[in-house]
């Protein structure tokens, strides 16, 4: 068992693996992403993999460039692969309720929209030629003339026949009427009543003639008339095609295929059919530009490769398109051409990429997601109407074929959770690429480092970079890590650095960005999150908190905390105090009665009940009650890193023996006294000296830390500094009795085969006190024993 006390060398950067350049202008440019080369080769098997549910998800924490890294990698695959075909929506004519989709190679789909604007122009322009025309008129009046004349004769023979029966016909707006007449006089009805009976039989059977005569006429007017329509349809289909068939041949000589010749040819029909429905040309040319528009719902023209989407707003209808509607007058209205399409439209062929929180915020989205992929199909409906929340009737659309892999981007708790609460997920996404948030800090990996920064100051038109601050930034890097031996991948902040220390530069007016700059930009950096720890330090100033940084104390010794304020975190002292009594034997921890610690904390507080158990009580029972408390400590208390100072401070309760309140403690520990290493220590450490600096430095104050959390240790200048002066210290432990030693100034005293401690050292005193305390115990209950004897012995007397 040896205390050590760390030296200044073991707290630097090693400076050897920082090469010896004279600034970023000596250094070229390297790959962008450095360290990935595993999750590179999963990214990868994951593109060219393309059985169905192999799709990906990226994992790593936030801030290391996932999303990056997946658009850079899926990009530059995307460019091997061939650009998929355009897709428009047209009119369906045979139901004008539903959208039916069209597919054109890459780029054609664009051409198509603008010849068929065209078309609509020229047809336009070429059907109000035809119809004014000379030639069109003068045939359509020869038709016209005939049917006229044929209606005449028809109309003619009819009258002349009911003549010659007796009746007169007219014909007006509301039909044919006739009646009987004498002389060429129509018979008033009191006439009629006149005649003889022989008389009246004759118009009576006359009539009945009458009325087939009429009945005959009426359907041979029918038969002219349907006659008639379709000579006027015959000439305006043979004039239209002759007039428009040069615009058609065109289109249908420019685009071969299958999708679009079917297309054209219901366009030509239904040309024909409204042009001799149509009452207005104006209303004609209104009609052909909404019927015969194409809605390009994804134009691929310009495209290299196949298509890569990162969608940042995974709504609903972002994600998936929507059908839109107008009002008129009360009413919805909708049609083909106000289909709008979502990312997944525009990404098929290719990759699609997404925030997986994002998805997960926003309603239905997954589960919409879940289905098209499983489906195979996108088809377009709205919310509403997609999960039965709308009965209005709605536009149908044409299902489009969905070849996509999806890119997925999230933490590892996203993941897990998808993992394990949806059985589906495990089916739609098979690949797993994991990005590493730190690397090993050493030649190679600095190297490709710093040849970031130097690229990336060069791509930004930022000032060169000189070797004091491209250490000062490697140290950054370290300290972001929370490892001496590892670079921090979270490249973004560094970025951060690099833009703020080249603020300070152009200020100052230099030509490098040197460690003063660097330095700064931390400072300042810190300087506008700090607030709320200066609150701390005025109130530990003020004595509102109470810690004190000198003297002796029995059962009470300063732990360490960590506060985070989501962007800021910090180290914060607090008092820990124990406090024995006899009565109930066993540890009373405050924290966890009071509901105010987690089970984390919990269990380290059993296991320091174990340690102590198996150290003080093998001869006789731990006979004596402890309470533990964060003093001044009113949220939730959650590790274990403060139970080798809980240890101490019951340790110096039980033997009375003050432990050294200069001194703070972090580690934790298990049931065999080891000393185990614990997260947040440079900020823990950081924070004591802030205290200490603050109530005032005195040389004899410091940390003890696990020995394992050396290398934890990316400390600021100023504590260095005072370490190199010998004005702080920091002591590492392997052994809670190192710890004990270092506190007390006595020895801790080692267990002998008889299970006892050497006289005089503190372990001594604590058998020795939880001796007495059994001993008074036991004494209790004889008195107890003999009290209760006594008094049944009275009671047999009687």
Known sequence: MALKEVKIEELLIDKTIIPNIDSTSDVAKTRSFIGREKAISSLLFGLEMEREGYNIFVVGPSGIGRKTFAKHFVTEYSQKKPVPPDVAYVMDFENPSKARAIFLPAGKGMDFKKDMEKLVDNLSERISKVFEGEEYKSRRKEIDDEFQVEQERYTNDLIEKAKNLGFLIKITATGINYYPIKNGKVLSEGEYEQLSDEEKAKYKENSKKVELLVDAMLENLRKLETNYKERIKDLNRYALLFATEEFFSAIEDKYTFSDVKEFIHKVKEDVIQKVGSAKKLQDLELYFKRAYSINLIVDNSGANGAPVLFEDTPTYHNLFGKIEYLEREGMLYTDFSMIRPGSIHKANGGYLIIDATELLVHSFVWDRLKKMLFSKQIVVENLDTAY???????????PIPLKLKVVLVGTPEVYEILHEYDPDFEKLFKVKVELDWELDANVNNVNDIISFIAGYSKEEDLLPIRKDALERIVWYSTRLSGDRTKLSMRLGAVIDLLEESNFFADKRDAKFIEAIDVSKALYEREERMKLIVEKYDE???KGDLFIDVSGKVVGQVNGLTVVNFGDYEFG?????TAKTYLGSPGILDIQREADLSGQIHSKAVMILTGYLGSKYA????????VSI???QVYGYVEGDSASMAEVLAIVSAISRIPLKQGIAVT???????HVQPVGGVTEKVEGFFRLCKVKGLTGEQGVVIPRSNVRNLILRDEI????QQGMFHIWTVDEVDEAIELM???KAGKMNDDYNYPRGSVNYHVAQALKHAHELAEGREKSKRQKKQRKENKLLDL
Do not use: C
């Not at 039965?388 to 044409?398: E, F, R």
């Not at 093998?618 to 009650?625: A, E, T, V």
């Not at 260095?720 to 370490?723: E, F, K, L, W």
């Open 388 to 398: 039965g929340y709308s009965t209005i009737a709605s536009l149908k659309t044409d």
């Open 539 to 541: 109130m530990f100033r």
């Open 572 to 576: 914060l002292p607090v008092r820990i």
């Open 618 to 625: 093998r001869k006789i029972p731990f006979s004596i009650g």
């Open 629 to 631: 408390s964060f003093e």
């Open 667 to 673: 580690g934790s520990i298990n049931q065999h006294g």
């Open 720 to 723: 260095t500094d005072a370490i």
């Open 744 to 746: 007390t100034d006595r």
